[in-house]
């Protein structure tokens, strides 16, 4: 077990911090409020070779792992995007980058890896369905096989940065529940362009992650033509852990860097507010104690986080951790900003504060991508051997 970082990790962490911090929290203030996509930053991140550090040299990556990638995202967050730079990462190097080096053609790879790589093409990923939710194994859209390939009919909910220009991974069933064996089989995995005949896409009005839109998406007889199956037929199940677990471990990445930051945020205001006397509120224990205790929980996570990373480097099994880690991350986050915010008292409720933000995009990550009662169910019944509650 060794802890350190490599010179190059190091390294890694460093640039990533520098372009974090260089765009800054009233960058993402403005966007958040504009609803915009942080164009700039993302094209940043990819011109510093950052995108594609876990994806392979020859399509233009850097041939390094997941915990070269969760430092990226942990220092990026930090510098002042919070957790939604951990989407950012997820639609990209995870839903596109994961699911087409590991499972698609050479010839999707040679196509689409060098643009998403450059932050010429953004991705996403259509799991989710309104009726079914975290019951993921029994999504209702359907591909059914044609001469053509496949049509497909369905709905999605809460697609994350769905791009006119940009690709889709969809998840949909290619054979019916009742006509398998087990609920895992028959679902399959699909690369197409959102802008498709039958393809409709209309936003949601959420809470926080404003920076990213979710969409409700509607499938109506879309052609899916033969090259675009990625992986195998009706084994997808197994494919779509892989890139799920990788989503955790950006997931969690995002969060550690955003508690980083709400925390260093309350710190500094606290250093300086003073309320009786000339004393700083900062000074009081009943200040201290909780950002500390956000502190140790953060650090927890991190550490299970690398672990996860590592694990997966190295080709091992690594998806107990990665949930493990995600649960940690989640509620610390979502402990760390509300308590940055109790802080600062009145001012932390202002705009001008920018904890607020930090606060309410890290409320998502308690539910979403996973819920943390689904990784406690999977906690129970994997690592504890409980029977399924459910
Ligand atoms: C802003 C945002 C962005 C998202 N981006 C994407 C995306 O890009 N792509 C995508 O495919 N999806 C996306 N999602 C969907 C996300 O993954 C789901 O919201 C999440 O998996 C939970 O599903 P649900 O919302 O349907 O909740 P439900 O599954 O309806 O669950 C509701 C509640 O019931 C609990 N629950 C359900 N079943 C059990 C059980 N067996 N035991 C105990 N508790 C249970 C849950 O934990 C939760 O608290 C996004 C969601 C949001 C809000």
């Known amino acids: 077990m060794n802890f350190d970082l490599t010179p190059e990790q190091q390294l890694m962490a460093e640039s990533a911090l520098a372009i974090g911090e260089h765009y800054g929290l009233e960058y993402w203030r403005d966007l ?25 040299e020859q399509y233009g990556g850097a041939g390094q792992g997941m915990l070269e990638m969760a430092l990226i995202v942990e220092n990026l967050s930090a510098g002042g995007g919070g957790a939604t730079v951990g989407q950012l990462f997820m639609v990209n190097p995870i839903f596109g980058g994961v699911s087409v080096s590991k499972f698609a053609s050479e ?27 975290s019951n993921s194994l029994e999504l209702k859209s359907f591909a059914k096989e044609t001469d053509e390939g496949w049509r497909l009919n369905g709905q999605k909910i809460w697609i994350t940065a769905v791009d006119d220009n940009g690709k889709m991974l969809v998840v ?25 005949e039958g393809l409709t896409h209309q936003p949601i009005d959420k809470v926080g992650t404003n920076t990213l839109p979710s969409s409700t ?32 471990i950006v997931t969690t990445a995002g969060l550690v860097g955003a508690s980083q930051l709400a925390i260093k945020l309350a710190v500094e205001y606290a250093a300086d507010r003073k309320v009786f006397r000339d004393q700083p509120i900062g000074s009081y224990q009943s200040m201290q104690f909780p950002l500390a205790q956000a502190h140790a929980e953060i650090e927890s996570a991190r550490l299970m986080n690398y672990k ?21 991350a989640a509620q610390a986050a979502a402990a760390a900003t509300e308590r940055s915010m109790q802080t600062m008292g009145g001012i932390g409720y202002s705009k001008e504060a920018y ?13 979403a991508p996973v819920s943390e009662e689904m990784i406690l169910n999977f906690i129970a019944q994997h690592d504890l051997g409980m029977p399924r509650s459910y």
């Open 32 to 56: 958040d409020a504009r609803k915009a996509f942080p164009q700039a930053f993302w094209q940043a991140v990819c011109d510093a070779g950052l995108s594609g550090v876990a994806l392979p």
């Open 172 to 196: 949909a069933r290619t054979r019916k529940i009742e006509e398998v064996k087990r609920r895992t089989e028959g679902l399959s995995l699909f690369v197409i362009d959102v802008q498709r």
């Open 308 to 328: 996860a990373a590592t694990l997966c480097d190295n080709g091992e099994p690594y998806g107990s951790e990665a949930n493990v880690a995600k649960l940690l």
């Open 217 to 248: 998406i509607f499938f109506d007889n879309v052609l899916i033509q033969p090259h675009e199956l990625v992986g195998t037929l009706n084994n997808g199940w197994y494919e779509l852990l892989e890139v799920l677990n990788t989503e955790r």
């Open 107 to 133: 010839e999707m790879k040679a196509e689409l890896l060098p643009r998403l790589i450059s932050g010429d093409l953004f991705f996403c990923m259509a799991l989710t369905e309104p009726n079914t939710g």
């Open 355 to 367: 904890v607020e933000r930090l606060w309410r995009d890290a409320r998502l990550f308690r539910f």
